[in-house]
């Protein structure tokens, strides 16, 4: 889904307008670009410019609309409207579109297609969102592995196949994966032969159940355009294109962009209140771990009445920590995101990033103890200082390893809630060691 440039047509204004007529520019958009212009505008405004749109592109809009903005105008538009959109889509689009839903309505929408196209359709829903296998183009030219050459070679002729210049699927009887072949094999192999006899088996193909990020990443690893998506008996279940790869890599990093402002997919112009309740949970948690933080600094009030310059220099040990943790994340999560990173090798990963934070703590622990000196002349306060920035900043690296791959574990997305629990332990940690050993030795 490439979002790219903001068109250049005021469509707030033409909307305003009671008796709204599209400019003659808009017969060449794409489906691309008509998502871009839906989901910058409301949900009042969208449902008035929706039956100015030609039909045979509805599918491919909703398609290529964001999640949230794409949930946002389905929840208004009328069933009539809804089966028309279905009736103008790819199996892929009604997959998308069916998935935002209500159950009742989706089993209605789905009478309404052709028969291949609902078993194509609910083959695709019986997959978890984030398996590959519900995604996979069925759309895909098929060759029976015992047709013979001269027959196929007639059947490519007599359809818009033959500038095709990547492989045809070889399927057997069963719908089994048997090989592929090009045109030139076809074009070289003698009339008579069978099409098994010059079908190729590639081990370059991915599993059904495999995740979309995995799925994405061999396919990008493989060079090769298409990969054939089969079950683990072998059953062709369609295509996964270098494109789909890249839309699902596109998305995702746009999701970790707006994780960071714990905003998600969130549409432009999503109802108040559901945008309110959403940001509420995150706004929640982060006042539970600022609370967390604060618990700490409350045990050591004492300690900070009389040494007032503890006050002052403890924001540099959180500080110094949290950045030091998120640079560990941030390479975690991207290692986790590409593949790059397993269990296999995570080990090397953190005994590198606690080396380099080890580095990276005694030099700037020098250097803010020598300026802690300079500032309040109190050799054993730039001591503490510096000991709770080595601590805070290890303990900050060894967290942005294994905060990301305990979440990932267990299914959630660490680039939504990683950085948060970092700023926790950071925080908790830092204040703990510096205003701890404070005590001990000003108390004392």
């Known amino acids: 889904m490439e979002h790219q440039t903001i068109p250049s047509l005021d469509f707030v204004s033409i909307l305003a307008d009671d008796l709204v007529v599209l400019p003659a520019e808009t017969e060449s958009y794409t489906p691309n670009k008509w998502a871009l212009i839906l989901e910058g505008l409301t949900n009042a405004q969208r449902l008035k410019l929706w039956p100015l749109i030609d039909q045979s592109l509805e599918g491919a809009i909703l398609y290529e609309m964001r999640d949230d903005a794409r949930q946002q105008l389905l929840s208004v538009l009328t069933s009539e409207e809804l089966e028309d959109a279905v009736k103008s889509s790819s199996d892929n689009e009604v997959v998308e579109i069916l998935t935002a839903l209500p159950q009742k309505l989706v089993a ?10 609902q078993s194509n359709v609910e083959s695709s829903l019986s997959y978890d969102e984030e398996q590959v296998g519900r995604y996979a183009d069925s759309d895909v030219y098929t060759v029976k592995h015992n047709t013979s050459i001269e027959d196929v070679l007639d059947e490519i002729r007599q359809s818009d196949l033959t500038d095709y210049s ?27 032969t069978l099409v098994q006899a010059i079908a190729e088996k590639s081990d370059d193909n991915i599993l059904d159940t495999l995740s979309l990020m995995e799925a994405s990443n061999l396919i990008k690893n493989s060079n090769r355009p298409t990969l054939p998506i089969l079950t683990e008996t072998g ?18 990093y746009e999701a970790q962009v707006a994780h960071m402002g714990k905003v998600s997919d969130e549409d432009l112009f999503a109802p108040i209140f559901t945008s309110a309740r959403r940001r509420a949970l995150w706004l929640g948690i982060n006042l539970i771990t600022a609370f967390l933080a604060s618990a700490v600094i409350g045990i050591f009030d004492k300690v900070l009445i ?6 002052v220099l403890m924001p540099i040990v959180a500080s110094m920590g949290g950045i030091t ?46 300026m802690t000196i300079f500032w309040f002349d109190n050799y054993l306060l730039s001591v503490i200082l510096s000991v709770a920035m080595v601590v805070n900043m290890l303990v900050a690296a060894l967290s942005g390893i294994i905060i990301p791959m ?30 701890g050993s404070a005590t001990i030795i000003f108390m004392h």
């Open 108 to 117: 209605k929408l789905i009478n309404k297609l052709s028969p291949q196209s």
């Open 166 to 192: 990547g492989n045809y699927i070889v399927l057997d009887d069963e719908f089994h994966y048997v090989g592929e072949v090009s045109i030139n094999d076809l074009l070289n192999a003698e009339g008579a």
């Open 235 to 252: 059953k062709f279940v369609g295509e996964f294109s270098m494109g789909d790869a890249l839309s699902i890599f596109q998305h995702h």
């Open 306 to 311: 009389e040494v007032v310059a503890l006050a």
């Open 325 to 370: 943790g998120s640079q560990t994340l941030t390479l975690t999560i991207r290692g986790l995101a590409t593949g790059q990173l397993n269990t296999a090798n995570y080990r090397a990963l953190r005994d590198k990033e606690l080396s380099v934070a080890a580095v990276n703590a005694v030099v700037w622990a020098v250097i803010v103890a020598a």
């Open 406 to 435: 305990v979440l990932d574990k267990n299914g959630i997305d660490p680039a939504l809630a990683g950085s948060v629990i970092l700023t926790t332990v950071t925080d908790v940690v830092g204040f703990f060691v510096f205003l």
